[in-house]
């Protein structure tokens, strides 16, 4: 039997984007309500079993409806952008998975699939729709069923003729008479006022339709009710027709067009990593099968049992093979190098006790072109070998030249610059659970080729920077940089176990009087951390507000448990023991698993190449999100300590760092003088947004120009800006608007910056690290807007990624050129955190300032504001 799936694609993605909270993923984009719509998809994929497939979408917001009725779905409100960038993203997957799209003009979704679900059952189909939208249940019939989406974005009642009858106590082709007497405020259909949804059920079970109902107008009791129907019949009628769906538009898409087969192809599972879909990835088993492996020729590379120098050149190409993702403890699997020699291998072994291989290795006048040169440095460090003489990064070329390609292995750069390089790594070594070294001559030939491909690369890399003004940017900051950051990694931050255990001892004790506390609260005990047992303590005994449902009861996820605060006191108490949990078991016991028993000391990873605006991030662990909102977390700081008796740890932090870089490239004269006036720039946007004086300034008025401030940065809309302070959007927009009005400079800039990025199809930061945005010419609005956005910001975040990499590369080199035994340890966004003697301290006060202040020109002055304590905590 074929089976056709209807799914009307906009109401699925409006739910899903209000059904969830907005998330991110690694490169800023908003992912929330494509997440929740993969997940019913795959969901309705892996019941439903259909033979066809089609998601139908609006094509705009004016159809042949509003010849009839021109304010149909008048006064909904704008679609906040945050949920207009990501439909681009829903249609890239659909693709991606092989699915149909469609979209008509001048109909709507429900068009589409009205005239498919007729076309599909009268071909001997059965047909399932998916929506939230109640409309549809018009086109029910004997082989077509509606999956009505309740709360949630996954959970569906399914309705047949039966069904709807039972329900409604109507038949399914009823359902227009039912809006055009009851109205439907979503579509601002207007229906008869003052009849409701029973009214409206009770006319249409005595007299059939709405034609039958002003037949018999005289034998309706009630005179309020005869009197309104009377009154409004042209308009129940013409709700009627507004509320039908056409099943005979003109869709030029056919039943054999919507074919589906299941498939996991490359390109989804890519795309799943970009967005960020970790557990979505899982749940495919994304990973590499045997019939994907590749063919390749084979190159002439010799195995060596010594090094010679014989086999280098004046530049020559280094692969330190190492498949684990921390390198500060991962196996080195081989060593290849290629030059105008030949292509040599030697195994880890054999290299590692080869002192000429150690000599060349920091011999810094032979010149090395690597593929990751931080982490080959750091794990030579660990085995006690150093390197220098680093004249290449192709990692780091390619993600200045592009950062979407950030993520490609060197397979992939090269094959995209027609380079043969031989097999990626994840079809060479597999994935996942089937990943594993081959020895013996597979495995040199890949390290070999892999070294022949980027001999090659190199220098087309190069030249592309050349071309892009972009060799100052790797030589003389990323290439350095990644230096800085090698040393850092390695040389760690002291971390006091018996401190994170006295916390976890102390937060255990705190969450045992919360649980006592929430158990008098409820009147019994119970497993809080049981989300069916928690829903039935919350909405059936204390009767709650039940905001949400999923499959398996009540909601009781963080932003269900945000909207109830204020309903009853065990809600923060609920919230309070969660937080201090996710303190105890992610970063207490997570951070006292990742101590190095040797050194007593973390070495986090630092990803130089990942981000799209060139900040760096952190990972195993990530030292950058330790939280500090709460009290609680900011004590986690306390474990952090010098590695030495009579030391300090010494924090210096940028103040506002991104808000004076859109004063400089803005040029906004009230901007700049606030700043060079030395003025909280807070303070002075509330007065000026508010038209008040300073001392009229009140700390909420503070702290909604705060959020405007910094939402200015990231693009926020009206929508956003209303979350983030809980106010209405037509304030948020209000806002904004004063905002801009009362800084110019930076509208003009805003408006600017866009213009160019069109005429050039990329934007700047101050030191030329360049973003792409293809979609900035889109005929598609949502691509377009997002583009634009990206062009606004991008500058701003990247330059102050810039500013303080400057100042991490002339730090280095202050205490280098001061002989001083202070050492950076860590970069934690806007802040460098030190170790310092102290007799060091003076100094340091400083020198560290002084660099960080003048890293780079800007027309306003950068502010450091430093610290030091016996903890990270104290230095604040």
């Not at 304010?71 to 092989?98: H, I, N, W």
């Not at 760690?492 to 994170?500: E, N, Q």
């Not at 916390?503 to 009147?523: C, F, N, S």
């Not at 969660?578 to 986090?604: A, M």
């Amino acid at each position: 039997m074929k089976k056709l799936v209807l799914i009307d694609g906009n109401n699925v993605v409006y739910r899903a984007f209000f059904a969830l909270p907005l998330l991110n993923n690694n490169q800023g984009m908003y992912t929330n309500a494509v997440y929740g719509f993969t997940m019913m998809l795959m969901k309705v994929i892996a019941d439903e079993q259909p033979t066809h497939l089609l998601v139908a979408f609006d094509a705009g917001k004016t159809t042949f409806r509003h010849e009839t009725y021109k304010e149909y779905k008048g006064g909904r409100q704008k679609t906040p952008p945050e949920l207009s960038q990501q439909f681009p993203l829903v249609f890239e997957l659909l693709d991606a998975m092989g699915i149909q799209r469609y979209e008509l003009d001048n109909y709507e979704a429900d068009d589409i699939v009205g005239t498919l679900s007729r076309q599909a059952q009268n071909a001997g189909f059965e047909v399932e729709i998916v929506t939230g939208d109640k409309d549809y249940l018009q086109l029910v019939d004997d082989h077509i069923s509606v999956s009505l989406i309740k709360k949630g974005i996954t959970e569906t009642d399914s309705y047949n003729r039966s069904r709807v009858h039972e329900r409604y106590g109507i038949d399914p082709e009823a359902v227009v008479d039912l809006k055009g007497l009851m109205g439907d405020a979503s579509d601002n259909i207007p229906g008869v006022p003052g009849v409701g949804e029973k009214t409206a059920m009770k006319l249409l079970g005595q007299f059939g339709t709405i034609e039958s109902v002003y037949e018999h107008l005289e034998q309706i009791s009630g005179k309020k009710l005869k009197e309104n129907l009377e009154n409004n019949q042209q308009q129940a009628l013409m709700s009627k027709v507004i509320a039908t769906i056409d099943r005979e538009s003109p869709v030029e898409v056919g039943l054999e067009d919507c074919a589906f087969h299941q498939a996991i192809t490359p390109k989804l599972t890519a795309l799943f990593r970009d967005l960020g879909f970790q557990s979505l990835l899982e749940k495919i088993g994304a990973g590499a099968t045997e019939d994907t492996t590749e063919k390749v020729a084979s190159v002439t590379v010799m195995q060596l049992d010594h090094f010679s120098t014989d086999t280098v050149d004046t530049s020559t190409a280094l692969i330190a093979e190492m498949l684990d993702s921390n390198y500060h403890y991962g196996a080195i699997i081989g060593f290849s190098w290629a030059s105008n020699k030949g292509i040599f291998y030697m195994d880890t072994e054999t290299a590692l006790a080869d002192p000429a291989f150690a000599e060349w290795l920091v011999d810094d006048q032979k010149e090395k072109i690597l593929m990751d040169s931080k982490a080959v440095e750091v794990a030579l460090k660990w085995r006690g070998l150093d390197l220098r003489g680093i004249r290449f990064d192709a990692r780091l070329a390619a993600y200045l030249i592009d950062t979407t390609e950030a993520g490609m292995d060197l397979a992939q750069l090269a094959r995209k610059r027609g380079i043969d390089c031989g097999q990626a790594d994840d079809d060479f070594y597999g994935k996942g659970v089937k990943r594993k070294i081959p020895s013996g001559e597979p495995l040199i030939q890949h390290l070999g080729r892999k070294a022949q491909g980027l001999l090659a690369l190199a220098p087309i890399l190069e030249k592309e920077l050349e071309d892009n003004q972009q060799r100052d940017l790797l030589f003389h900051l990323e290439l350095p940089l990644a230096r800085v950051l090698a040393k850092m990694e390695y040389t760690g931050v002291k971390t006091s176990a018996g401190t994170l255990r006295a916390m976890g001892g102390e937060l255990e004790r705190t969450l045992k009087i919360i649980e006592q506390d929430i158990y008098q609260m409820a009147g019994l005990s119970f497993n809080i951390n049981s989300p069916k047992q928690l829903g039935e303590i919350l909405f059936e005994k204390l009767q709650l507000p039940a905001i949400k449902k999923t499959k398996t009861g009540y909601s009781t996820a963080a932003d269900v448990l945000e909207k109830l605060r204020g309903h009853h006191e065990i809600i923060d108490r609920i919230l309070d023991f969660r937080q201090l949990g996710k303190l105890k078991s992610t970063y207490v016991e997570g951070l006292l698993k990742v101590i190095n028993e040797k050194d007593g000391k973390i070495h986090t990873c630092y990803n130089q190449a990942l981000t799209q605006t060139g900040r760096l991030s952190s990972v195993d662990p990530n030292l950058q999100n330790i939280p500090i909102r709460l009290e609680e977390g900011r004590k986690i700081r306390q474990a952090f300590l010098p590695a030495e008796p009579g030391w300090q740890i010494f924090s210096a932090d940028y103040s506002q760092i991104e808000l004076r870089v859109l004063a400089h490239i803005a040029d906004d004269t009230n901007l700049k003088q606030a700043f060079i006036d030395e003025m909280d720039i807070h303070t002075k946007t509330a007065m000026d947004v508010f038209g008040v004086s300073k001392e009229e300034v009140t700390p909420l008025m503070r702290r909604h120009a705060k959020a405007v401030n910094f939402g200015i940065i990231y693009g926020i809309s009206d929508y956003g800006l209303s979350q983030n302070i809980g106010i209405s959007r037509k304030e948020a927009g209000q806002f904004i608007e004063k905002y801009l009005m009362s800084y110019p400079g930076v509208q003009k800039y805003m408006d600017e910056i866009v213009k160019k990025a069109r005429e050039d199809g990329y934007v700047t930061t101050l030191l030329n690290r360049r973003r792409y945005l293809p979609d900035i010419h889109s005929r598609n609005f949502n691509q377009r807007s997002f583009a634009e956005r990206t062009a606004m910001n991008t500058p701003i975040q990247g330059s102050a990624a810039d500013v303080i990499k400057l100042a991490m590369i002339q730090m280095d080199e202050r205490l280098k050129a001061e002989h001083l035994k202070s050492r950076l340890l860590l970069q934690v966004h806007d802040e460098l955190i030190f170790e310092v003697p102290d007799e060091e301290l003076d100094v340091m006060k400083q020198i560290v300032p002084d660099v960080m202040e003048h890293a780079i020109a800007l027309h306003v002055p950068l502010e450091v504001q430093c610290a030091y304590g016996p903890t990270w905590y104290d230095a604040k």
